[in-house]
């Protein structure tokens, strides 16, 4: 569906309870996903629906299932199965706030590990809706402890996660101790066979619910992601507004509230900046528009709503810092920039979860979205200059300086001090409140670019590297460690120039570093034993298979040394490694 027919909540026939509660948070419009499930679902009707994480289908199954609650009724009628403890606290957590204005609603989170003497208690005290893993729920229909003879909805909730856990099963045993006639929903990002199986069996006539994803190309806009980690969004973004050469920016969030949140945070941090969203007036959001047209406005925080169709030339950046529930509201956010034939950079912030998200982007756009490293503390710093020497061209251009000059010479003469020291001191008291170099809290981040080379094709990589060979060292990001900690135990210890070591990769649990081949067994025995931050580095050849996933992914992140000679990332003797050598391992206690 796309975003200009997509109706309202109100047109949605949900509770008013729901709709007020809508209102509180902030929601705009329903996601596509919202609009096409919430109707079926308020009828009584299944649905076989294919989403993933972050299009807002918690919200899309809770609200109609809250809507049609008997509040009567103290005992579970909601059933939903998630396959991680994490998601069952998220959707409880999002179910609880969906709930607000029903009274006395209870939703209990079940999951393994959880004390069960209290979730027993709670459950004794009834609740209306349960979240949580098929195997604790298992536990308690043995136990007799939970009883689903009254529900009304079942909830399959990531079924493709649930099969590769090995959950399907569990999922079919629970809905045997379900009554026949009660509506059943399932969820998957994706459709392998074992699912569409389930789905064939336990739903009856369900409607269907794909969230396409539309293709488009996008040519004149660079796209890059920053991967959030280590540091809070705001942060993020004000280093990016710092470094960039910025003209005018969108940046996008979710919600009506986080518009006007943003826009302040922004305001008090020193970029001009205002909110845009459907609670304003049609006069007030044409006269932001105009601010943001005639420069006098620099930044305008949007739902996707109130951006739609936006069209000013001066766009240079559109930063996603939610991101958005589909790959056309993807589209249609980062097309108001590139506009009149100009350049435009689109920038999205993916959190670890929403990284499917980012897949089926890249899909859409039949683009590949480049992972971006922060701004350094040098680039911040160069680009402070800069503008300080702007800043003085300028007012040396414009103003009339006769008062200044004549008193820096009385204070020359005065004090018996070089223009150079006066100059520079009054250089410093100028940037004082805001230093032109950042202070020691400004947090490096590892470079985690994933450069032209990294994305192509292994072949043509490897040629050049013929010497070379991969080996998997056992620490990780996880443990703290950065290339020039690897680079300073290998050299030291495997006694090979640091010149020799090549690109290395960090990932979350182990590392990849390219080493001369055939590299003699003394020396590999001997850096099988060598300790960097805690961890042996038990090196052997890469196998060129990674069992985990999330490493994986991590590999579009790799840190690139660069071939032998090159000394990005590591500097001999520009930063001291801190590796340590020592005895067993201690034990933990
Ligand atoms: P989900 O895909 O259910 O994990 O939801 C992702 C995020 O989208 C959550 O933070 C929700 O609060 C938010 N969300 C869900 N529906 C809407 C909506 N209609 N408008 C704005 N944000 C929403």
Redesign the pocket.
Known sequence: MSEENSPSFKDLNLAPALLKVINT?G?????PI?AQSIPPLLEGRDLLGQAQ???????AFCLPLLSRLNPKLKVPQILVLTPTRELALQVAE?MQTYARHLKDFQVLPVYGGQNMGQQLRQLQRGVQAIVGTPGRIQDHLRRGTLKLDKLSCVVIDEADEMLKMGFIDDVEQILTHVPEDHQTSLFSATMPKEVLNVARKHLKNPIEIRIKSKTSTVEKITQHFWQVKGLHKLDALTRILEAEEIDGMLIFV??KVATVELAEKLEARGFSSAALNGDMTQMLREKTVERLKDGSLDIVVATDVAARGLDVKRISHVINYDIP?DTEAYIHRIGRTGRAGREGKAILFVAPREKRMLAAIERATRQPIKAMALPSRKDITSRRINLFKEQISSAMESEDMEFFEELIDEYQSEYDIGHRKIAATLAFLLQKERPLNPDETFVEEVRVERPERDTAPRRERKTGDEQMQTYRIEVGRKHGVEPGNIVGAISNEGKINSREIGRIRLFDQFSLVDLPKNLSQDILHKLKGVWVCDEQLQISPDSGYHSDTRENSNKRRSFIKGKPGDSRGYKPGAKKATFKKRGPKPEKS
């Open positions: 948070v929601y705009e419009t329903p996601t919202q994480t972050g299009t807002g289908k918690t919200a999002a979710r919600t529930y």
